[in-house]
């Protein structure tokens, strides 16, 4: 196999669980793949290994922080939970403990567009669900790939 055709082959792999949005470089599944698609590889790569952080985070129910979208600074946030909103855009739900830039955010519920995430970093620091979180409630969630745990 070629180097080329390696290349695609990986990025279609990674690409399994993104949707495609070339005006905003969010990734996802196609039955077919344009031939550019390995123009993307890192990007995907990037969106992959965030998303590989994030699960890790919800799973041990650590706190992390991360840069997004234009952010000079880093966001704590607590994730509870992966999923697919509006039918395309993968988010991670959760907490936001504080904001550099923003006070007002502090201790917030809000989603995040994981292909806008642009660093994550896992922090020793865990938290416990909060009370009002139900993992059963998580159904109504679409396509969830990882949630924490109240048990």
Not at 89 to 109: L, T, Y
Not at 119 to 133: A, D, I, M, N, S
């Amino acid at each position: 196999m070629s180097e080329g055709a390696a290349r695609n082959a990986l990025a279609r792999q990674i690409a399994i669980s993104y949707h495609c949005d070339s005006l905003r470089g969010i990734y996802s599944a196609s039955h077919h793949f344009p031939a550019s698609a390995a123009s993307h590889l890192t990007n995907l790569v990037a969106v992959a290994n965030i998303h590989k952080a994030l699960e890790e985070a919800i799973r041990t129910r650590r706190q992390v922080e991360l840069r997004y979208m234009d952010d000079d600074g880093f966001r704590v946030f607590e994730p509870y939970v992966l999923h697919v909103l509006g039918g395309m855009h993968r988010v991670v739900s959760g907490v936001q403990v504080s904001h550099s830039q923003d006070k007002d955010m502090a201790n917030s519920w809000g989603c995040l567009e994981v292909a806008q995430i642009s660093e994550v970093k896992l922090r020793e620091q865990t938290f416990r669900p909060h009370r009002g979180f139900s993992s059963f409630a998580v159904e109504r969630y679409q396509h969830v790939t990882c949630a924490v745990d109240r048990s």
